[in-house]
């Protein structure tokens, strides 16, 4: 269930789309060095500036949300304007092959990332505003971090659980580790290859900080 305002920034990928093919439409005709930005502001600078405009207009909380028809979610917002790039993730991808570009990126969202970061070129982050990262983290490849946990409730409404994920300084994160909403991984941790730290967990730590009403989304 969506509100009208959700539902309008559900169209928001196929802007993106009519966007991307008028771009490149553009430089076919006119080849330039303006006309190839163009096509770079649409893919990579847009996004992250409708996504800032909107959490101005309206933030984005954390803890737990509903997503059931009468109220706007600037979480279920925030992901229509992310969902291009799950569609097409070699677009993201081929960020990190640069060196900084990919913590450029993320800052452009709202996260907070520190320098010497080494990011894959294979691996996913699904909300792009909600990292906080410390300097010099090594990701391997296929990690996943994710800041929400979504849960269907009676009659079609959801619940979701926003928090940021936390990764302290020179952290290591094995291949195919997943770090979850609320998640934080300590200094100079390294966690091992499909480990997964779970909801509101600190790696190493059996104990989850955050309120009893969040337990159900671990």
């Not at 092959?97 to 080494?118: H, I, K, Q, T």
């Not at 300097?135 to 979701?160: I, P, Q, W």
């Not at 990764?167 to 997943?178: L, N, V």
Request: hydrophobic share 50%.
């Amino acid at each position: 269930m969506m509100t009208s305002a959700d539902r309008l920034f559900s169209y928001f990928p196929l802007l993106m789309t009519v966007l991307l093919l008028a771009a490149l439409g553009v430089f076919a005709q006119w080849p330039s060095l303006w006309s190839a930005m163009l096509v770079l502001f649409v893919i990579y600078v847009l996004p992250p500036m409708a996504q800032r405009v909107m959490l101005r207009w309206a933030p984005l909380k954390q803890g737990i949300c509903q997503i059931d028809g009468r109220t706007f979610s600037a979480w279920l917002a925030s992901h229509h304007i992310q969902a291009f790039y799950d569609a097409l993730p070699y677009l993201e991808s081929l960020l990190r092959v640069f060196p900084g570009f990919y913590s450029m990126w993320l800052r452009m969202w709202g996260s907070r990332v520190g320098y010497g970061v080494e990011w894959p070129v294979r691996m996913d982050v699904l909300d792009r505003s909600l990292m906080d990262i410390g300097n010099r983290v090594v990701f391997s490849r296929e990690v996943e971090l994710v800041a929400h946990v979504r849960k269907k409730t009676d009659g079609g409404r959801s619940r979701v659980l926003v928090r940021t994920v936390r990764i302290g300084s020179y952290a290591f994160i094995g291949a195919g580790a997943r770090v979850g909403a609320g998640a934080s991984v300590p200094s100079n941790a390294s966690v091992p290859e499909m480990a997964v730290v779970g909801v509101n967990e600190v790696f190493g730590d059996a104990v989850r900080h955050h309120e009893q009403a969040e337990a159900e989304f671990a």
